[in-house]
């Protein structure tokens, strides 16, 4: 699987960002969506299954981010809401081919977009 995120750039406080993972080669499993910020371990932010029917969220950002997916453009996407500066990460995508979400267990990672919050 090899997997291109994009969408990151420089936003206000309070503003919102879509960011999409375009999935490539063997596109059936599970995805996700992790961060890491500068100086700190990476962490997981969310993940669902290939029929959209599980998701699962970092209790901290549940109601701000939403995941989705669109099989047929094999397409994961993370809406990020109400945005604040220490959502500033390189947000990356993963996938893993575990049919159920969660929040290890990830094979496949794609390179990486940065997101900026400022105030």
């Known amino acids: 699987v090899q997997l291109q995120a994009s969408g990151g750039g420089l936003v206000q406080v309070g503003g919102s960002l879509r960011l999409s993972c375009a999935a490539s080669?063997?596109?059936?499993?599970?995805y996700a969506w992790f961060r890491q910020a500068p100086g700190k371990v990476r962490e997981f932010v969310a993940s669902?299954?290939?029929?959209?029917?599980?998701?699962y969220y970092t209790d901290s950002l549940k109601g701000r981010f939403t995941i989705s997916r669109d099989n047929a453009k094999n397409t994961v996407y993370l809406q990020m809401n109400s945005l604040k500066p220490e959502d500033t990460a390189v947000y990356y995508c993963?996938?893993?081919?575990?049919?159920?979400?969660?929040?290890?267990?990830?094979?496949?990672w794609g390179q990486g977009t940065q997101v900026t919050v400022s105030s």
């Open positions: 080669g063997r596109t059936w499993g599970s």
């Open positions: 993963a996938a893993s081919s575990d049919p159920l979400p969660g929040a290890m267990g990830y094979d496949w």
């Open positions: 669902i299954s290939w029929s959209s029917r599980n998701t």
